[in-house]
Structures are given as structure tokens and as C-alpha cells.
């Protein structure tokens, strides 16, 4: 079972292309797309919204700023919580 370099598809059928450097390493393109987006464009993989890495790079983003908004929220509530205490006194 191959996995592309770039846009991390799996395949099977090993369609494509294997592309084998002097040094031993072997990258597994599955289309042309992926092939130039990445040897000829020079493309960031984790930048181009339909490769995997894209959606594991959002994923991550979007739960840190789950984190932080939920942070926020909670200092937010304790200094309400804080405040009502310091009026009844």
C-alpha cells in the first residue's frame, strides 16, 4: 500500500508515479497534480486545502483556539465570580 508524499492518499493499486532519489529515498506521487504541485511548483503541502496535511494542520489550530476561547471564558467567569463576592461584603 502506497501513500502519496503529498497529498497523503492512499492507493493500492500503486497507480502513479515512484520517484527514486540518489540517496535511497523513495516519494510516491498518485496523480500529476500532486507530482508538480510539489517537484516543478514547489508547493507547501500543509498551505494547499485538499492534501491531508492541510486538515491536520487546521484540526490542531482549530482545538488550540478551542483551548484558548474556553481559557478565556473561565478567567472571565472566576472575575464575575469575584466580583459579585467583593459587592456583598
Known amino acids: 500500500m502506497a501513500k502519496c508524499v503529498f497529498c497523503g492518499k492512499d492507493n493500492e493499486d500503486f497507480k502513479g508515479v515512484f520517484?527514486?532519489?540518489?540517496?535511497?529515498?523513495v516519494n510516491y506521487y498518485c496523480s500529476s497534480?500532486?507530482?508538480?504541485?510539489?517537484?516543478?511548483?514547489?508547493?507547501?503541502?500543509?498551505k494547499i486545502?485538499?492534501?491531508?496535511?492541510?486538515?491536520?494542520?487546521k484540526d490542531r489550530r482549530l482545538e488550540k483556539e478551542k483551548e484558548r476561547v474556553e481559557k478565556a471564558r473561565t478567567r472571565k467567569a472566576e472575575k464575575k465570580a469575584d466580583k459579585k463576592s467583593a459587592k456583598k461584603k
Not at 520517484?19 to 529515498?25: A, E, H, I, Q, T
Not at 497534480?33 to 500543509?46: A, E, F, I, P
Not at 486545502?49 to 494542520?57: A, G, H, I, P
Open 19 to 25: 520517484l527514486m532519489k540518489n540517496d535511497g529515498s
Open 33 to 46: 497534480k500532486c507530482r508538480k504541485n510539489n517537484l516543478k511548483l514547489g508547493r507547501d503541502k500543509r
Open 49 to 57: 486545502k485538499w492534501t491531508e496535511s492541510f486538515r491536520l494542520v
